[in-house]
C-alpha cells in the first residue's frame, strides 16, 4: 500500500512540476554558434510558434518517461525512464526560456498533452519492457526528424532557437540508442504510422494555441 501512495504521489508531482513550475536546468543553455540577427515581427511569430510546440514535445516526453517509469517493474529499467526524464527537463527549460525571449507563449492546451502522452505511456509499459523501450526509440526518432524540419523552417536570424533545437537533436539521438542498447524491440508499421498521425495533430495545433 505504502508503494502504490508513493508511486501515485511521484506520479502527480511530476505532472505539478511539468505544468506549473518553472524548470531548471542542470546543464547552461545552447550558445548559438553565430551572432544572432534582427528578426521582423512575422520571423518571430513564426519562431516561436516553432518553439512552442517544441516545448509541448518536451511537456509530452515528462509525462511519457513518467507513466512508463511508474509501470515497469525492472528497478533498472525505472531509473533508466527516470535519467531520461530529468535530461528532458533541460530541453523544457530552454524552450520555455526561449518562447521567453521571443515573447510567446506555451500551449494553453499542455494539461491536455500532458494528460494525452501519459495515456500513451501507460499502454506503452503494460505492453512490456521491450516495446515500451521500443515506443521510446521510435518516439525519439520521430522527434529527431521533427526537429530538423524545424531546423528548416526557422528563422535565418534565430540563431539562438537553432542552437537549442541542435543540442536537443543530439540528445534525442542518444536517448534512442540507449533503449536499442536496453533492448527495445522494433515496433509494427500500424503502431508507427498513429504515432506520426497523433504527431501532426499536435504539432499542427501547437503551432497556433
Known amino acids: ?24 536546468a542542470t546543464r547552461e543553455t ?29 511537456v509530452c516526453a515528462q509525462a511519457l518517461y513518467t507513466a ?42 499542455n494539461p491536455i498533452w500532458y494528460l494525452g502522452a501519459f495515456g500513451l505511456g501507460l499502454v506503452a509499459g503494460r505492453l512490456g519492457d521491450s516495446l515500451s523501450l521500443g515506443f521510446v526509440a521510435e518516439t525519439e526518432r520521430q522527434v529527431e526528424a521533427h526537429l530538423d524540419g524545424h531546423l528548416d523552417r526557422l528563422p535565418a536570424g534565430d540563431a539562438a532557437s537553432r542552437a537549442v533545437i541542435n543540442q536537443m537533436k543530439l540528445d534525442e539521438a542518444r536517448h534512442a540508442a540507449q533503449a536499442w542498447s536496453a533492448g ?19 504539432t499542427t495545433v501547437a503551432h497556433r494555441i
Open 1 to 24: 500500500m505504502t508503494s502504490s501512495l508513493d508511486s501515485v504521489l511521484a506520479v502527480a508531482d511530476a505532472a505539478l512540476r511539468t505544468l506549473f513550475t518553472k524548470p531548471h
Open 30 to 58: 545552447p550558445a548559438p554558434a553565430t551572432p544572432a540577427g534582427t528578426l521582423s515581427e512575422a520571423e518571430r511569430r513564426e519562431a516561436g510558434a516553432l518553439m512552442r510546440i517544441n516545448h509541448v514535445g518536451e
Open 68 to 109: 512508463q517509469a511508474a509501470v515497469t517493474r525492472d528497478p533498472a529499467l525505472r531509473m533508466h525512464f527516470s535519467d531520461a526524464a530529468r535530461e528532458e527537463t533541460d530541453h523544457l527549460a530552454w524552450t520555455l526560456q526561449r518562447l521567453d525571449e521571443l515573447g510567446a507563449h506555451p500551449s494553453v492546451l
Open 184 to 202: 527495445a524491440a522494433e515496433l509494427p508499421a500500424p503502431a508507427k504510422a498513429l504515432m506520426r498521425m497523433a504527431s501532426r495533430v499536435m
